[in-house]
């Protein structure tokens, strides 16, 4: 069993930037890819980003390729995701979750963070 603690999120004025975090603990974490995940009222969640614990690969969604980076630092078994240039269109809550396949559906993740609210104001 995989407990996932996301934290990080806040409110920032549009063009600003956040530094989301989740450790990861228990389970085989080397075993797992880490995804972020974002849902915006009314809407469905969201895949943003994903990384590999074990050879550190990295994907993106297309649309936000440019302005993210996701992470990890294994020492700390904590993963990153790095947002810059934020418009208020990603306010969102953002989550992270841990699966055995590197995947953008959110189905294929098994463990899930409890969420961490990101606002940007314009």
């Known amino acids: 069993q995989v407990q996932l603690v996301d934290s990080g999120g806040g409110l920032v004025q549009a063009g600003g930037s956040l530094r989301l975090s989740c450790v990861a603990s228990?389970?085989?974490?080397?075993?797992?890819?880490m995804g972020w995940f974002r849902q915006a009222p009314g809407k469905e969640r969201r895949f943003v980003a994903a990384?590999?614990?074990?050879?550190?690969?990295?994907f993106y969604a297309d649309s936000l390729k440019a302005r993210f980076t996701v992470s990890s630092d294994n020492a700390k078994n904590t993963v990153y995701l790095q947002m810059n240039s934020l418009t208020p269109e990603d306010t969102a809550v953002y989550y992270c979750?841990?699966?055995?396949?590197?995947?953008?559906?959110?189905?294929?993740?098994?463990?899930w963070g409890q969420g961490t609210q990101v606002t940007v104001s314009s």
């Open positions: 228990g389970g085989t974490l080397s075993e797992y890819n």
């Open positions: 979750a841990a699966g055995r396949t590197q995947a953008m559906g959110v189905a294929s993740y098994d463990f």
């Open positions: 990384v590999s614990w074990s050879v550190n690969t990295t």
